[in-house]
Every structure is written in C-alpha cells, then in structure tokens.
C-alpha cells in the first residue's frame, strides 16, 4: 500500500477535464514537502510532468497542471486528447522513516 | 543533453545478487548537488524508489526494503552509479530505472530507459 494515495482508474471523453488527487498526511504532502507528477506511456519511462506542486518543464503542454492544498495534491487535464491516455503518478518525500522518497500507487487514465 | 542508460543481466537465480549499473552521458556523475537514483517498477505495478547516491558518495536508502540487501555506489571513473540487490527473491522481478535529483525531495529528471531484471530458477 503507497504512502501516497491515487484513485486506480480516471476516464474522460475528449475535450475534457479530468483530475487525479494525489492523498498524502502531515509527514509528507501536509508537512510542506512538494509534489511532483509523472506521465507513463505504455512501455516507457515515466517522463517528468509537474514539478513543485505546479511547476511544467519546457515542452509539457499547459493542458497540464498542479496544484497542493493541506495534505492533498491534484493534477488536471484539460482538453483531453487520446495520446493522453497513460499512468500517472505522484511523488513526494515523507519524514516520518529517514530519507524515504515516496511514489503514488499511479492512475490509469483511459480517453474513451 | 544528459542521458542515463541502464544495462544489467537480464536473469537472475532466486538467492543471488543483482548488480545494474547507469551509465551517464552528457554530462558528469561528479556534478555537484545531485543525487543519482534507483526505482523499480515490477510488471503493472507502481514505481518504487531504491535509494539514492549523492555525488560525493552519501547513501539513502528506502527503510521499507531490508537495506542490507541493497548497496549504491559510483564509479567516478565510468561515470556510473551501480546498484547491487542481494539474496533476490521473484519478488525483486521488476524494470529497474535510474534517475537523476537535485535534492531528496526533489523530483527525478531525466530517467533512464529502464532495464527489466527477471528472478527465476
């Protein structure tokens, strides 16, 4: 079981919105510590998405983006397109074991 | 542009050692401020991180995974980093990736390709 929680599954029609939450507690996401998400392609390595919370790297479409609030992090999708459909996952850093880099258990978004 | 390449043997005997080794190019593994990283991803399962390895040789690693199982080292020289799993079960079955971090709690950017490691008799 992760430390971070993510929903299994999402799905959206093109052309929409769609969030995952990424669920943390006080030893990581609520402690102040960032969220960072990635985009899995199916058979690839994750590819960098969002960093610091809200943060996109140069080349990642602003269709994409973060958010934190308390314990709990969100990444949105607007415009949904069917290359979209991947796993994606959150990460943080959570204090309470020493030095443990912590990964949502991902999401499987599905474009219908 | 940095590029980290996994490569390893891709079958490993329950009960024996795991050694992969994360070749970087572009640019050097001795580059102060950042860590070099392992995750594993077992077949559709989620990531997991390893441990990481500061440049100057500092180790951290998972306390979820026995660490006296796991040890990550650099090679300055080959500009590698290397990760060594012992006592493997089929549980360790997994696509093994390398990354690069600017601090712990940063994010991983960019990652290797990944190379799938299988335990079996």
């Known amino acids: 079981q992760s430390v971070l929680t993510q929903p299994p599954s999402v799905s959206g029609a093109p052309g929409q919105r769609v969030t995952i939450s990424c669920t943390g507690s006080?030893?990581?996401?609520?402690?102040?510590?960032?969220v960072h998400w990635y985009q899995q392609l199916p058979g690839t390595a994750p590819k960098l998405l969002i960093y610091g919370n809200s943060n996109r790297p140069s080349g990642v479409p602003d269709r994409f983006s973060g958010s934190k609030s308390g314990t709990s992090a969100s990444l949105a999708i607007t415009g949904l397109q069917a290359e979209d459909e991947a796993d994606y996952y959150c990460?943080?850093?959570?204090?309470?074991?020493?030095?443990?880099?912590?990964f949502g258990g991902g999401t499987k978004m599905t474009v219908l | 542009q940095l590029q980290l390449q996994e490569s390893g043997p891709g079958l490993v005997k329950p009960s024996e050692t795991l050694s992969l080794t994360c070749t970087v190019s572009g640019g050097s593994i001795s580059s102060r401020s950042y860590y070099w990283g392992w995750i594993r991803q077992p077949p559709g399962k989620g990531l997991e991180w390893i441990g990481s390895?500061?440049?100057?040789?500092?180790?951290?690693y998972n306390p979820s995974l026995k660490s006296r199982r796991v040890t990550i080292s650099v090679d300055t020289s080959k500009n590698q980093v290397s990760l060594k799993l012992n006592s493997v079960t089929a549980a360790d079955t997994a696509v093994y990736y390398c990354a690069r971090h600017r601090e712990l709690w940063n994010w991983f950017d960019p990652w290797g390709q990944g190379t799938l490691a299988t335990v079996s008799s």
């Open positions: 990460q943080s850093y959570d204090s309470s074991l020493s030095a443990n880099v912590v």
């Open positions: 006080s030893s990581n996401i609520g402690a102040g510590y960032d």
């Open positions: 390895i500061y440049y100057s040789g500092s180790t951290y």
